[in-house]
């Protein structure tokens, strides 16, 4: 028998209002996956660590099993289910395709949304930082090299529109 109350929860996942009884411990990661039905947010180690269920909060890339999914109410939330518009794949889930940047594809939900919000926020990172970025993420798969030619790739791309717009 469970001690713990439901409570109301209202979310704003990638521009949807999702309504929700939560208890005050369950965390995003858990929410996203079993009442948003957003599957693409992965739970791997539980601890933060792999980066798996990397989502955006507020434009800032957050692990979503250390977060509770009431600390959620209110702010943005954007996960891999939100990146392409319509059929149209965002610049970085292109260049994942192109350059081979996934094999099993656990982890990369969890690239995408770290590398989306870092590009957003600097479309010009160079190589080292790009590497810096990807090393908090554990990919068991790639070596991560073709992760990093997507992620320069992807770079590229938004430099390019941002130069055309302005």
Aim: hydrophobic share 35%.
């Amino acid at each position: 028998m469970s001690t713990q109350q439901e409570q109301p929860l209202s979310l704003n996942v990638n521009g949807r209002t999702y309504k929700l009884l939560v208890e005050q411990r369950d965390t995003l990661a858990d929410t996203l996956r079993n009442q948003c039905k957003l599957t693409g947010t992965h739970i791997g180690c539980e601890h933060g660590v792999c980066g798996a269920c990397t989502v955006i909060v507020d434009g800032e890339p957050v692990r979503s099993c250390l977060m509770f999914a009431v600390q959620a109410e209110g702010k943005t939330i954007r996960t891999v289910e939100g990146l392409a518009s319509g059929e149209k794949l965002s610049p970085l889930q292109q260049a994942f395709i192109e350059n081979h940047g996934l094999q099993c594809g656990f982890c990369t939900p969890g690239f995408l949304m770290l590398t989306t919000a870092a590009l957003e926020q600097n479309p010009d990172l160079d190589d080292d930082q790009i590497k810096d970025l990807v090393s908090s993420n554990i990919c068991r798969c790639t070596g991560y090299q073709n992760i990093l030619a997507a992620v320069r790739q992807a770079a590229g791309v938004m430099q390019a529109s941002r130069q055309a717009a302005e």
